[in-house]
Antibody, heavy 122, light 108 residues
Framework: DVKLVESGGGLVRPGGSLRLSCVASGFRFDDYGMNWVRQVPGKGLEWVAGIKWNGENIGYEDSVKGRFIISRENTKNSVFLEMNNLRAEDTALYYC???????????????WGQGTQVTVSS | ETVLTQSPGTLSLSPGERATLSCRASETVSSDYLAWYQQRPGQAPRLLIYASSTRATGIPDRFGGSGSGTDFTLTISRLEPEDFAVYYCHQYHNSPMTFGLGTKVEIK
């Protein structure tokens, strides 16, 4: 079964930290770039971060640069998002997504997890 | 960043009718780097179209994409009940990648 399963979300105070994890199955994980995309309930989609298949090319949306770190461990079919200095505006459902084909991380997203909710509130 | 403006915000149609959704970019996007997604309530988005006009695996041929430069269109030739959902365009040509705010296709 081809799928992505996220975990690690939760309620955290402003300034706190969380580490999201995503485990992939059913495809050759180390062939594909991976990304995190977030969505505020009832609102649109926002790309957060992306990482090439070998971890050598990484990108971030401006508002999370310096606070979030994306990484991957191909031996465990996993990608991570370490989130530091969290703000109320980071509250969202965070999706782990796989790119369709290209060797970087910028491509159409052909596989999405079900998401993990992050809530930043005092 | 490249702003994608989707219109209309809401489209009210009946099953069997044709839906035409627009996505306009604030700067040129290569047609090889524009995708469309469908999101049903309570579900994750699903890839429909990539490279502006290529249907993803398993997507029925009533879904079609077109466009170039700054203007792109998603067409649903005959709406089925399961097509009533929110649709997003996504450009992956310019950094950072961006999405439109979505068009909701609702039952009239």
């Amino acid at each position: 079964d081809v799928k992505l399963v996220e975990s690690g979300g939760g309620l955290v105070r402003p300034g706190g930290s969380l580490r999201l994890s995503c485990v992939a199955s059913g495809f050759r994980f180390d062939d594909y770039g991976m990304n995190w995309v977030r969505q505020v309930p009832g609102k649109g989609l926002e790309w957060v971060a992306g990482i090439k298949w070998n971890g050598e090319n990484i990108g971030y949306e401006d508002s999370v640069k310096g606070r979030f770190i994306i990484s991957r461990e191909n031996t465990k079919n996993s990608v991570f998002l370490e989130m530091n200095n969290l703000r109320a505006e980071d509250t969202a459902l965070y999706y782990c997504v796989k790119i369709r084909a290209y060797s970087g991380y910028a491509d159409a997203f052909d596989l999405w997890g079900q998401g993990t909710q992050v809530t930043v509130s005092s | 960043e490249t702003v994608l403006t989707q219109s209309p915000g809401t489209l009210s149609l009946s099953p069997g009718e044709r839906a035409t959704l627009s996505c306009r970019a604030s700067e040129t996007v290569s047609s090889d780097y524009l995708a469309w997604y469908q999101q049903r309530p309570g579900q994750a988005p699903r890839l429909l179209i990539y490279a502006s006009s290529t249907r993803a695996t398993g997507i029925p041929d009533r879904f079609g994409g077109s466009g170039s430069g700054t203007d792109f269109t998603l067409t649903i030739s005959r709406l089925e009940p399961e097509d009533f959902a929110v649709y997003y365009c996504h450009q992956y040509h310019n950094s950072p990648m961006t999405f439109g705010l979505g068009t909701k296709v609702e039952i009239k």
